[in-house]
């Protein structure tokens, strides 16, 4: 926590207003809690498993001649929010076809999947609104409870007891438990069908946040809720980014027709948002339907999750076992993990690399991401590399 110092007595030098920002970086530093951009080429030689391109379908023809295509016909952005310019015909066709695919009445299109999860929460709650949300949700669902007018519980890590429990207690006539599908730190499942039903017992709505179970989970990839047979339910709403499995940008909120017109109404990232660029939605369009004709590209990615973690708990690492396409290896500390990530690098292949405050429970590790393309090749020389430069305990 960054200590604030007492305000200053007097007027400062207009050099000095912003000399607090170098002392917080000078504690980060100490923390080992430095974060840098890193500029890559276009073509680089390392192999990426630190992108979240779960399907590995960022290069593919299908995905990037879809974008080329809807730039060149609808040009370079959607020049304004989608209430007034930035409809396209394109972002119509995208949410017919994504609300299809995973069983649900209709989906709104937004820039972002951040953007989306703070639509949701803000625009599906008001003060007389309880929202039980998991301890380890993303940080966009903690901010969109933070900007939330509702009363906020944290509940303990996937325990539909704990929310049950909330629920019984609380004093407000509306609730919504919110949670995500996978947690994308350690890439493990939420209990679904129990926080469902959880809050089906008292009255509340759910909302999930799908970002890591869309292309990955469910029926050829349908997503969270299609795997415990919840799409489509009337009492639930996902939101999806289209920037992991569908190799493009922007989010989606999924869920009751209502939903989606109450969001197209209030949602204040939406209202005054300018509408996600053609190019993104012509790639995303292109990826769904590439998924609709390859199915078992969602099986395939699970499968190098499994894959990957059973040769790195085999070779004495500390790694997750994967619900999805994340799998994590701890590292003693954030110190070590950066320089376990930049010796990966050095070795040729690319990980993530996790520290607080970005991981809930303040321990840092490796984070990577299971490429449905990925050939038993490359999976084999990511484990030795990962094995080879794994630092001591201590």
């Known amino acids: 926590m960054i200590?604030?110092?007492?305000?200053?007595?007097?007027?400062?030098?207009?050099?000095?207003?912003?000399?607090?920002l170098d002392e917080a970086a000078e504690l980060r530093a100490r923390a080992g809690l430095t974060r840098t951009l890193r500029s890559r080429p276009a073509e680089d030689p390392v192999l990426d498993l630190a992108s979240n391109d779960y399907l590995g379908l960022v290069r593919h023809p299908a995905v990037t001649e879809a974008a080329a295509a809807a730039a060149l016909r609808w040009g370079g952005g959607a020049t304004g929010s989608r209430l007034v310019t930035g409809t396209t015909a394109l972002h119509t066709e995208l949410e017919v076809e994504l609300a299809d695919f995973c069983g649900v009445e209709a989906a709104l299109v937004f820039s972002s999947g951040y953007a989306a999860n703070l639509a949701a929460l803000t625009a599906l709650t008001d003060p007389?609104?309880?929202?039980?949300?998991?301890?380890?949700?993303?940080?966009?669902?903690?901010?969109?409870c933070r900007l939330a007018r509702g009363q906020v519980h944290r509940a303990p890590h996937s325990d539909p007891d704990a929310v049950a429990a909330a629920l019984t207690e609380r004093t407000r006539p509306r609730a919504l438990v919110v949670t995500d599908s996978v947690f994308s730190v350690d890439g493990n499942a939420a209990p679904l069908a129990a926080h469902a039903a959880a809050a089906r017992a008292h009255g509340a709505a759910l909302l999930v946040d799908d970002a890591h179970g869309l292309g990955v989970l469910g029926p050829g990839g349908r997503g969270a809720l299609a795997a415990v047979g919840l799409a489509g339910e009337p009492d639930v709403v996902a939101t999806v980014t289209l920037s992991k499995s569908l190799g493009s940008q922007g989010g989606a909120v999924l869920g009751p027709r209502r939903v989606i017109r109450h969001l197209t109404?209030?949602?204040?990232?939406?209202?005054?948002?300018?509408?996600?660029?053609?190019?993104?939605?012509?790639?995303?369009?292109?990826?769904?339907?590439?998924l609709r004709a390859e199915p078992q590209r969602a099986d395939r990615a699970r499968e190098v999750a499994r894959t990957l973690a059973d040769r790195l708990t085999a070779a004495g690492l500390d790694a997750s076992r994967p619900d999805a396409a994340v799998v994590s290896v701890r590292a003693p500390g954030p110190e070590q993990a950066v320089a376990w990530a930049a010796?990966?690098?050095?070795?040729?292949?690319?990980?993530g690399c996790f520290r607080p405050p970005s991981v809930p429970d303040g321990r840092s590790r490796l984070r990577l991401t299971a490429r449905g393309d990925l050939t038993d090749g490359q999976i084999a020389f990511a484990v030795n590399v990962i094995a080879a430069t794994a630092p001591t305990e201590g």
């Open 3 to 20: 200590q604030h110092p007492a305000a200053p007595a007097g007027p400062l030098a207009p050099t000095a207003v912003f000399d607090w």
């Open 128 to 144: 007389d609104t309880l929202i039980v949300s998991d301890a380890n949700n993303h940080a966009s669902l903690i901010d969109g």
């Open 265 to 290: 109404e209030t949602a204040r990232s939406f209202i005054f948002d300018t509408g996600l660029a053609p190019a993104a939605v012509g790639a995303a369009l292109g990826a769904l339907r590439l």
């Open 343 to 351: 010796d990966c690098r050095r070795a040729g292949l690319a990980v």
